[in-house]
């Protein structure tokens, strides 16, 4: 079960880090970073749509069913999409649509991947293994990412949508072979509960622990996310301007992400998440990514042009990557275990494909205004995002409370 769930990560990671890296590096070099809240924006739009339709399809189809057919479609439209790169190329638009087809991208393989992982493993063995289960991804990363030079020398940048699409068809036959292996004994091992089952929108709305978990989720996948992804991109577009350079820089960035997230996986992810409670696991990330913005905030008072802010932002980028990955997603996921499994997969769903993106419109909205409007740098974005951070603590706080009360009946 955790060799096929590592292929699975594995085969995840290709799209994730070839389609990015064609996205980002053929979109800076077509536009601004100013422009950037636009993409937010639009695949905030976006998702919420796909979400529906995956909701709808949820109530009509078994659980495999959807999430195969989920992945099957993805390889339909990268596929789409290579032929468009191919048929147009030097278009503008279609490097713009191309990144908002990363967000959407990015989400639904996310959702099936996790979801099945949940359904797999029980809550002591998802503490232990979903730090590990995650490294495939990570040792595609790295391998990829020191590839990156060679791969764009001899393929060009757009050609490197093959090999997310490689990737796409690879996790739709190895999530086949999972279903035929275990979907049994998951529909055995399924535990009861006394939760209502109602499965209305209304009734997610109105539902306290509902709402915490679709808050939870929308910070983690939309609000803190965004916010660094800006800053990233505002220092590295200083500094790299033509999309080879811009692949090669994100190909070996990520690597070294792949690097330190591997090692963190491998020798203390686990560890950590065991050795703290769920409380202290959910409060890493702000904490070490607040360290690191009053460490920005100060440089830029005593220097105003440095390469030290860079590799601050770069730091921050790096930390948020590893984190969010190894403690802060495999924590928020522990948050389904205590529903029951008729509904996991629809308030997942819910959360990250309608919810999620919903506050993802919000906060697209704001960086706009910031960008825009008050022409913030990345120092002032640190900034705001400090005091999203201090938000979202209380946030988790509140949660915390509400989770320990449901364990308890």
Known sequence: MVALTLLQSIFIGLPRLFTLTVASALFLENYSVQNLPYIYLVSSLFVPLVGFIHLFFEKKWAFFKVKIRTLLVLCLISFFFIIILWSLPNQKWTSFALFIWFDIEYVLTHMVFWSVANRLFTVRQNKRLFGLIGTGEILTAIIGGFLMPYLVQFMGISNLLFLSLGGLVLAFFNLNLIERSFEPKVQLSEPQNNIEKNQSFIYFLKNKYFMLIFSIMTYLAYCNYFFVDNIFYYEVNKYYHNSEQL????GQFLAVVGITNFLFRAFLSGRWMMRFSWLGNMLTLPFILGINILLIIIISYFFKETILLFWLVILIKLFE????GSIAYPSYYI??????????SRVQTF??????PIGGILVGLLLTFLNKFLELNSVGLSVVLFVFLLGYCFLVFITNQEHQKLLAT
């Open 351 to 356: 959360a990250e494909a309608i919810i999620g």
């Open 321 to 324: 990557r590893i984190l969010l």
């Open 335 to 344: 948050l389904y275990k205590p529903l029951p499994p008729t509904i996991q």
């Open 247 to 250: 692949a090669v820089f994100m």
